[in-house]
C-alpha cells in the first residue's frame, strides 16, 4: 500500500498575504516642468492649494492669506517697501493716534467717504502694530493708524462699505526702524504733506475738459465735491468765453437745458 500523499490528503491553508509594496525609497511626485521655466512650475504647484482657499470659513481664509502674503513678501525683492505687503486686519482691531493734526472738513470728507463707495479702497492704510500690553486679560494691542485716519473712519463706520470689506480694514506696517514716536508723527506730517494741492491752471483746464462733455453742475458737485460758484470761477481762468464760441445769444439768453452750466 502506498504512503504517498495526495491532493486530497494535504490539509487546505490559507495562502500567505503577499508582501506590502516597499515604499521607503519612493519619491514624491514631482509637477513637471512647463518649457516657461521653473517660475511656471511654481505657479502650476500652488493652483491647487491656492483653490482650496475657497472651502475655508471667511475668517480662516483671510487669515491664511495674510500668512501666504507674508511668505511672498520674505522671498520679494521690494520687501523693504511697506506697500510690498498689504494685509486685512478686523477693523475693530484698528484705532486711530492722538497726535494727527489733519482736519477734515464735512464737505471733504464726504467727498472721501464717496470716492471710498465709487472707487474701492485704493490706497491701504499705513499703520504701525505696537508690543502687546503686559497683561493677563489682553494680550493683543490694537493696530495704530499712522496715516488714513480718516479712511479708517469711514471703513469702519459706513455701513456698505464696511459690509463690503466683511468687517475688515487693508492695513499695510512702517518699516520696524520708524516705529518711535517721534518718528510716526514725523510719517503722519509727511503723509498730510506729500499729498500736494491742485494747481489752478491744471484744474480749471480739467473743469473746461468736463464741461465739454457737457457735465452738469449737479455732477461735478457729486463727484468732485464742488459747488457751482467754484465751476464758474475755475472755467473763466481758462477762458469762459471757449465755452460760447459757437453759441447765439439773443438779449433775453436764458439757460436751456442741455447747456453746460444747467443743473440736473
Known amino acids: 500500500m ?16 503577499a508582501p506590502a509594496p516597499d515604499t521607503s525609497r519612493r519619491e514624491r511626485p514631482r509637477v513637471p516642468s512647463p ?5 511656471d512650475a511654481i505657479v502650476e504647484a500652488a493652483r491647487p492649494l491656492i483653490s482650496a482657499l475657497a472651502d475655508l470659513p471667511l475668517d480662516e481664509r483671510v487669515t491664511t492669506l495674510n500668512e501666504l502674503r507674508r511668505l511672498l513678501h520674505e522671498q520679494s525683492p521690494f520687501r523693504e517697501e511697506p506697500v510690498d505687503l498689504v494685509l486685512w486686519e478686523k477693523a475693530d482691531h ?17 467727498l472721501l467717504e464717496h470716492s471710498i463707495t465709487a472707487d474701492g479702497f485704493t490706497q491701504p492704510i499705513v499703520a504701525w502694530n505696537p508690543p502687546a500690553p503686559d497683561s493677563d486679560n489682553d494680550t493683543t494691542a ?18 456698505a462699505v464696511n459690509d463690503r470689506l466683511h468687517g475688515y480694514l487693508p492695513v499695510t506696517l512702517i518699516n520696524t526702524g520708524r516705529q518711535a514716536l517721534e518718528d ?22 480739467m473743469v473746461l475738459q468736463l464741461l465739454r462733455a457737457k457735465k452738469t453742475f449737479a455732477w461735478f458737485e457729486k463727484e468732485l465735491g464742488m459747488q ?18 459757437d453759441a447765439e445769444f439773443s438779449e433775453a439768453w436764458e439757460a436751456a437745458a442741455g447747456d453746460p452750466f444747467t443743473a440736473e
Do not use: W
Request: hydrophobic fraction near 30%; charge should be negative; charged fraction near 20%.
Open 35 to 39: 518649457s516657461g521655466g521653473t517660475g
Open 228 to 245: 457751482p460758484d467754484e465751476v464758474t470761477r475755475l472755467s473763466q481762468v481758462s477762458g469762459l468765453a471757449e465755452m460760447f464760441t
Open 184 to 205: 510716526r508723527q514725523a510719517a503722519t506730517v509727511r503723509h498730510n504733506a506729500a499729498r500736494g494741492v491742485h494747481t489752478i491752471d491744471g484744474l480749471s483746464e
Open 94 to 110: 484698528v484705532e486711530g493716534n492722538s497726535y494727527n493734526p489733519n482736519v477734515v472738513a464735512p464737505r471733504q470728507m464726504e
Open 142 to 159: 490694537p493696530i495704530e493708524v499712522v496715516d488714513g485716519f480718516h479712511r479708517h473712519l469711514i471703513g469702519k463706520h459706513n455701513p
Open 2 to 17: 502506498s504512503h504517498e500523499q495526495t491532493a486530497l490528503d494535504i490539509p487546505a491553508t490559507n495562502p500567505a498575504p
